[in-house]
């Protein structure tokens, strides 16, 4: 969050100048215009508006806007933060029951297949409950702008892209899950590309924009690194620049198979399901090395109220109870004998 704020004041300060350049779809009057109140409301829009939904710098690949009425929109964020919660319960649940997750990182990630089973149900239960959170939080802010008249509802289309999208690394990152950094990342790579005189649309310029991006989306997690132990800065690091590494072989194995005529031997939907294999593939080596990191910063922590512990006391209370009636029961069956 930190880093993320002194990246757009860089970007503001330096590269843009946000009262000339950016536009909302509802600004009728520049904002150099606005009374000071209006003002300073509009610049806290542009500044947490992380996705630009609406805005001048809108980011690409964004689910289609939505345009229900106010009540039902209020009803189905609640009812989809509901769902995003039980997520987070549930995988926060399962951490806490593991004793793995409490030692070293290694003993997460077994060796051979039935310790490879493991080690994917391993990195949903740690991911999951990161990525839900975010859904649990958007939709409730989203319920309660959209009911007080804030914001229509079609400022606030889905937190993530399409998850469909997600049959290769690059799609991953670019169109489902970075969307709220993404602001950020290409900021500082299309400033890199001109600041070396980079061609737009260039191979020099997609991949030092590529390279650059998830550095800085590194060097923003190595900022919570340095914030929980200075000791420990950097360890988030090597986890995002890998991404790069393997978007360019990946990018490289796909210009490969267009060059040979591959690609158009076998149907589009038999190279997605590759795609997936793939994108699973590779989070299953890669995932781990930011799990490891998470770890040793302190990363898991209970869920304040647990829905799925509160159920799973009453259980076990209720099952206790029929047990010790059960064998009650049963010692009393030969007396009356």
Known sequence: MLAGQFILAIQFILLQNPLRELRHERDHVAPEKLPFWRRTYWALCVLFS?????????????????????????????????????????????????????????????????????RCV?????????????????????????????????????????????????????????????RCTAAVGKGCCRLLGLKPGSWASSYTQLYVGFATSGFMHCVGDLVVNPMLFGTSFPFFIAQAVAISLEDA????????GLQSRYPAHLWRMLGYAWVVLWFSVSAPWFIAASLRVGALSPVSFSLIAMLSSRMEHVLRNQLLLAIAVTKLQPAEM
């Open 122 to 182: 391993n990195i949903v239960a740690f991911l999951g409950p990161m990525i839900s959170i975010t859904g649990v939080m958007y939709c409730l802010i989203a319920a309660v702008f959209v009911t007080l008249g804030w914001s229509p509802p079609r400022d606030w289309p889905h937190v993530y892209g399409n998850w469909a999208d997600s049959y290769t690394v690059r799609r991953f990152w670019g169109r489902t899950y970075h969307q709220n950094f993404r």
């Open 50 to 118: 992380s996705r630009g939904i609406g805005w001048t710098y809108q980011i690409p690949h964004l689910l289609p806007r939505p345009s229900t009425p106010r009540r039902e929109f209020a009803y189905q964020q609640v009812v989809k933060a509901v769902w995003w919660y039980l997520i987070v319960d549930l995988g926060r649940a399962y951490q806490h029951s593991n004793r793995l997750f409490f030692r070293d990182a290694a003993d997460l990630f077994g060796e051979g297949f039935p310790g490879y089973l493991h």
């Open 253 to 260: 194995a796909i210009g490969v198979a267009r060059r040979i």
